[in-house]
């Protein structure tokens, strides 16, 4: 495969091995994208979380590769998915935020998605459960599907699975869990006190309470991923399905959702490529949701050329623990509710991280069912001037950059934006920054000379 280098990425061009693929892929050519909807990266059994039962995500890791350090894009449903889908961030794609009711954002019509390329290179497309984005021609599927319950719509996934056709299928399936309010089953019930706070929340009976059933919630998304698994190997179609699992962004609390610190970024991603000659490997590559078009469409061998891209595949690193070029990604993040204007980008390497925060003379906007969470107010009625390892008024009141040594400082705590030591490492990731909104043609790239 020829292409650009991570930081470039506009375009990629398949090698001429895949373009001889032509358009019309095999039968044994099927993918099924697995999203689920605001998992945090440590919570599952595969991940770490030893009290978290995910059988599914965890049987999915022995099977393929585990990735540990993948990101989306832009931390909120919509326009995360929008990424997920177009392979270009969500500022160039036209999802600036959330699709649903008043708060109305909707990608460009130009925009190519992945179930429509799919469809022009001969798959069949069906989207299973939460859909929440827009316009519908644009991220359009040839069957929609439902379901009361993660295990029950798979289910209804069956027949497009099962179906006698020389036409591969692609299955979009999305979870409405772990989303708040944390649907569960009733034997997904969990002790709060068995719970593992991680370091970017309270220790309080409020969010152990939350955690409890966020973590049953968790286990009903898993539980989809069982059915859909054990159907695929009752079709015949485990050996020839590439099977992707992501969460849209992170965990809905403060200090996660809608922020790009790395609570709320640095998410779970497990993938099993049906080729692959390794199995359960862990890798390191540093990768995010734009790579997941570019990723799937290698995988069906479909042509991509004209396409303008910001990612590229990981397939051929899926077997390298630490691939060399896989160090650095970007994010970008507008809006969350259509009240919640606070655009941000970021640059992440291996040791530093610089968050530009664009509208840093505003306070840090709240999304309405975080601000009312049990967690934030039991922290509010408490008086307490802390949140986790980080003060409310800094957590509310922002600078316009955050520079983090993530290896000294991985709670992001600590900003060093203001150091003089640190003052060349902040220019260098600010002319990233900015070169990174050139080639993807970022309209806040006007913010460095009218802010």
């Given at each position: 495969?020829?292409r650009n280098?991570r930081?470039?990425m506009?375009?990629?061009?398949l090698?001429?091995l895949?373009?001889?693929?032509g358009n019309v ?7 099924l ?10 919570d ?8 978290i039962k ?6 999915l890791?022995a099977a393929?590769t585990r990735f540990?350090?993948a990101?989306?894009?832009t931390?909120?449903?919509?326009a995360?998915r929008?990424v997920?889908?177009s ?11 959330h ?5 109305h954002?909707s990608?460009f ?6 179930p429509v ?36 719509m798979?289910?209804k996934?069956?027949?497009l ?5 020389d036409k591969p ?12 309010p944390f ?8 002790d709060?006190a068995?719970?593992i ?5 309270p220790d ?5 309470g939350?955690?409890?059933?966020y973590?049953?919630?968790?286990q009903r998304?898993d ?6 698994i054990?159907?695929?190997k009752?079709t015949?179609?485990w050996?020839?399905?590439l099977?992707i699992y992501?969460?849209?962004n ?5 200090g996660a ?11 779970p991603?497990?993938?099993?490529n ?5 199995v ?8 995010t949701w ?13 042509p991509a050329k004209?396409?303008?891209?910001h990612?590229?595949?990981f397939?051929p ?5 630490h ?12 809006f969350?509710?259509?009240?919640m204007y606070?655009?941000m ?6 040791k530093?991280?610089?968050?530009w925060?664009i509208?840093h ?6 999304a309405?069912?975080?601000f ?6 039991g ?6 001037d802390t949140?986790a ?7 509310l ?10 290896e000294?400082d ?5 900003n060093l934006a203001?150091?003089?030591?640190r ?22 790239i ?6």
């Amino acid at each position: 495969m020829n292409r650009n280098n991570r930081a470039g990425m506009t375009f990629f061009l398949l090698s001429p091995l895949l373009l001889l693929a032509g358009n019309v892929p095999a039968a044994e050519q099927n993918v099924l994208l697995y999203v689920v909807d605001d998992q945090g990266s440590t919570d599952a059994g595969c991940y770490g979380n030893p009290a978290i039962k995910t059988p599914g995500l965890d049987a999915l890791a022995a099977a393929g590769t585990r990735f540990t350090h993948a990101f989306c894009t832009t931390a909120s449903c919509s326009a995360s998915r929008s990424v997920i889908l177009s392979g270009q961030y969500n500022h160039a794609n036209g999802q600036y935020g959330h699709q649903h009711s008043y708060h109305h954002f909707s990608s460009f019509q130009e925009v190519k998605s992945m179930p429509v390329l799919l469809a022009e290179r001969g798959y069949r497309t069906a989207s299973a459960g939460k859909y929440h984005v827009a316009p519908e021609e644009v991220y359009h599927f040839e069957e929609y599907l439902n379901g009361p319950s993660p295990a029950q719509m798979a289910d209804k996934c069956r027949d497009l699975i099962a179906a006698d056709s020389d036409k591969p299928f692609f299955l979009y399936f999305c979870t409405t869990e772990p989303h708040r309010p944390f649907k569960r089953e009733g034997s997904d019930t969990f002790d709060p006190a068995d719970v593992i706070v991680p370091p970017y929340l309270p220790d309080t009976p409020e969010c152990r309470g939350e955690l409890a059933k966020y973590y049953g919630s968790v286990q009903r998304a898993d539980a989809g991923l069982v059915r859909l698994i054990e159907i695929l190997k009752e079709t015949g179609h485990w050996t020839d399905t590439l099977v992707i699992y992501v969460s849209d962004n992170g965990i809905a609390f403060p200090g996660a959702k809608t922020t790009l610190y790395e609570p709320g970024m640095r998410l779970p991603c497990v993938v099993r490529n049906p080729r692959a000659a390794k199995v359960g490997v862990v890798t390191d590559a540093m990768v995010t949701w734009a790579d997941l078009l570019p990723t799937v469409l290698e995988f069906a061998g479909a042509p991509a050329k004209g396409l303008s891209l910001h990612g590229r595949s990981f397939l051929p690193v899926l077997e390298t623990e630490h691939p060399q070029g896989w160090d650095e990604i970007y994010a970008s993040h507008t809006f969350h509710e259509i009240t919640m204007y606070y655009p941000m980008k970021v640059v992440r390497g291996r040791k530093y991280k610089l968050i530009w925060n664009i509208a840093h003379g505003l306070d840090y906007p709240f999304a309405s069912d975080l601000f009312a969470s049990a967690t934030w107010q039991g922290v509010l009625a408490s008086g307490s001037d802390t949140y986790a390892k980080r003060k409310i008024d800094a957590y509310l009141h922002r600078p316009k950059f955050e520079l983090y040594d993530l290896e000294s400082d991985p709670d992001e705590v600590v900003n060093l934006a203001d150091s003089p030591e640190r003052a060349e490492v902040l220019a260098e990731l600010k002319e990233k920054i900015k070169a990174f909104q050139k080639r993807t043609k970022d309209p806040w790239i006007l913010k460095w000379e009218h802010e």
